[in-house]
Every structure is written in structure tokens, then in C-alpha cells.
């Protein structure tokens, strides 16, 4: 999954609906006890550069023009709303965050760990193991 630069629309076939998306990120925020995001669907064009999900201060987007709602992009998501919550000053993409993000993908059987981890080593990617992930444990990078 790491090889993948689109990410975003790797999973374009398991869209689920906008009510869907919403449960699922009102369950994260409460594990995480933060605030439920807002979520809302925009279009701004179909480019190589455009983005596929954003998260703002109260609010998850996604560029319907190129993606949909998905579990792992709505994961993907949560975890930049979590720490942006919960520690503030965190390294977008760094090894906290991917590993709240596997912990998201793991906890709710989007990804499983035993999937994601052996193929992160692989790619190299940087990530706190998500078990260390949970709640109670998140601080610094």
C-alpha cells in the first residue's frame, strides 16, 4: 500500500456513504475523546496535484472529484485530527502519526497490523508501533 501514490483512491471501490463516514468518525473521536469532525465532500478538480482529503480545524474534507469516502482515507484523516487535538505540534506524516493511523486501521479491521507493519518495514515508512498508539499514550513524536 506504500508504493501507492494514490493513495486516496486506492480503495475507490469500498466508498461507503456520507452517514457511514460520520459513525465511523464520531467512533474514533470518542475513542480518542475528541471532538466529532464535521465532514464534507468538495470538488476541486481532478489534477495529479489535487488533494484528496484535508483535515481543517472542525472538519474533514474530501475531493469528490477524485475520491470518496473510504475507510483508510477516512482513517488517514482522523489521525491528523486526532493529533492535531491531542498533541499539537506533531510531525505531519511522522512516525506518531502513521502509527495512530495503522492503530485507527488495525482497531476498526480496515488494515490489520500483521498486514500494514511487515509492508511500512519494507517501504521504510516511520512508524510508533500502533499498539503504543492508543488513547492514553499519545505524546510527543
Known amino acids: 500500500m506504500w508504493e501507492s501514490r494514490?493513495?486516496?483512491?486506492?480503495?475507490?471501490?469500498h466508498r461507503v456513504r456520507l452517514k457511514k463516514a460520520r459513525d465511523f468518525a464520531a467512533l474514533v473521536s470518542r475513542y480518542y475523546r475528541?471532538?466529532?469532525?464535521?465532514?464534507?465532500?468538495?470538488?476541486?478538480?481532478?489534477?495529479?496535484?489535487?488533494?484528496?482529503?484535508?483535515q481543517l480545524p472542525?472538519?474533514?474534507?474530501?475531493?469528490?472529484?477524485?475520491?470518496g469516502w473510504t475507510?483508510?482515507?477516512?482513517?488517514?484523516?482522523?489521525?491528523h485530527y486526532v493529533l492535531?487535538?491531542?498533541?499539537?505540534?506533531?510531525?505531519?506524516h511522522g512516525a506518531l502519526w502513521m502509527g495512530v493511523n495503522l492503530h485507527i486501521l488495525d482497531k476498526y479491521k480496515i488494515?490489520?497490523?500483521?498486514?500494514?507493519?511487515?509492508?511500512?518495514?519494507?517501504?521504510?515508512?516511520k512508524a510508533r508501533h500502533?499498539?503504543?498508539?492508543?488513547?492514553?499514550n499519545l505524546s510527543g513524536n
Open 6 to 13: 494514490n493513495f486516496g483512491t486506492l480503495f475507490g471501490d
Open 34 to 54: 475528541v471532538p466529532v469532525p464535521a465532514l464534507r465532500g468538495v470538488r476541486a478538480g481532478a489534477s495529479k496535484k489535487t488533494w484528496t482529503g484535508q
Open 58 to 67: 472542525n472538519r474533514l474534507e474530501v475531493n469528490i472529484d477524485v475520491a
Open 71 to 79: 475507510y483508510p482515507l477516512l482513517a488517514h484523516e482522523l489521525a
Open 84 to 92: 492535531s487535538r491531542k498533541v499539537p505540534n506533531y510531525e505531519q
Open 111 to 125: 488494515l490489520g497490523k500483521h498486514a500494514t507493519l511487515p509492508s511500512a518495514r519494507a517501504f521504510k515508512v
Open 130 to 136: 500502533p499498539d503504543k498508539c492508543k488513547p492514553g
